[in-house]
């Protein structure tokens, strides 16, 4: 790494900066910057993206990312290559605890933007041609989606055989194959021969520190393997998933879960129940493959169809 400019910005290896990059105003009038934060090292190295809050009520991934670059502002010493961190990414999702822009677009399926396209496409235009072109790798943090809790895994399209190799030095629970999708911001670095992770853990609107602090570990495991920090982590089994499916609700009613995040459950076996309110009705939720318990739908209240359980197989 021997410069990296931004938005006309230009900085140097050993140097570090913070920019802000001008999106677009609220009907206020209030201008919205794109606040991004580069941390160098004098030596050249790879350069990795640290980004949290593509989804704006993801605030779990948000604080991952803010903590690492306190401590990249603090005990943490690059000794070669740079880091760019945007803690968070959807400034208007964020405002509004929604997971998407004012006029409901989604960030992660608007890629790769355009200058002049909606607030959405804009800011997927900024991370496109502005960032993605100056890195070498990154790790995009996410979480569950309303009442959904994922145990902490790191989701990358196996055909991307360098990211499955980052994945297992990553080193979190699970390693889950997750196919590109058309318009994400995964699939527009992949196509640029970017290769970007896709974190998951917790909740969305829940702060989970279990799954913060797995995501700040797996982030150190990657970086000192990248021989870009002397900070060695406790390594951590992590297990290679093959396939993953959504066990849904086959009743409507009251959903009582009998496992819990990272149980092993067998094929045939009894993981909920759902009950009408009046305990005159009981559907018994069986798992339909054998494998490892990755998602659990948080709701008390179901209705038929919902999503309950997601479990990853081997």
Avoid at 76 to 84: F, N
Wanted: proline letters at 5%; glycine letters at 10%.
């Amino acid at each position: 790494m021997k410069e990296i400019s931004i938005n006309g910005v230009k900085v140097k290896a050993g140097e570090k900066a913070d920019i802000k990059i001008p999106i677009a105003k609220l009907p206020t009038h209030t201008v919205i910057d794109l606040p991004i934060f580069i941390r160098s090292s004098p030596i050249e190295g790879p350069v990795v993206l640290i980004s949290g809050g593509v989804h704006g009520d993801e605030i779990n991934g948000i604080t991952t990312a803010k903590k690492l670059l306190e401590a990249f502002d603090q005990e943490l010493k690059l000794i070669r290559g740079a880091v760019i961190v945007i803690p968070l990414v959807n400034i208007y999702g964020f405002l509004s605890n929604s997971r998407t822009f004012p006029d409901g677009r989604d960030l992660n399926r608007s890629f790769p933007g355009s200058k002049k396209g909606s607030l959405a496409s804009r800011i997927a235009y900024i991370l496109s041609e502005e960032i993605l072109p100056v890195i070498d790798f990154g790790i995009d943090f996410h979480t569950g989606g309303r009442m959904i809790s994922n145990h902490p895994q790191i989701r990358v399209d196996f055909k991307d055989k360098v990211g499955v190799e980052l994945a297992k030095y990553f080193g979190t629970h699970y390693v889950v194959h997750s196919k590109h999708i058309d318009k994400s911001f995964r699939k527009t670095a992949y196509k640029g021969k970017k290769h970007l992770l896709v974190y998951e853990g917790g909740e969305s609107m829940r702060l989970d520190p279990y799954a913060i602090e797995e995501g700040i570990s797996g982030t150190k495991r990657l970086l000192h393997h990248l021989e870009m920090i002397h900070a060695p982590q406790v390594p951590q089994t992590t297990l290679v998933l093959k396939d993953s499916t959504w066990i849904r609700a086959k009743a409507s009613g009251i959903f009582s879960c009998i496992v819990k995040l990272g149980d092993f459950v067998r094929k045939g076996e009894l993981l909920a129940t759902i009950s009408d309110p009046y305990g005159q009705v009981v559907v018994t939720v069986l798992a339909t493959s054998t494998g490892h318990l990755i998602g659990v739908n948080n709701n008390p209240v179901v209705n038929v169809g919902d999503a309950l359980l997601h479990i990853g197989e081997e």
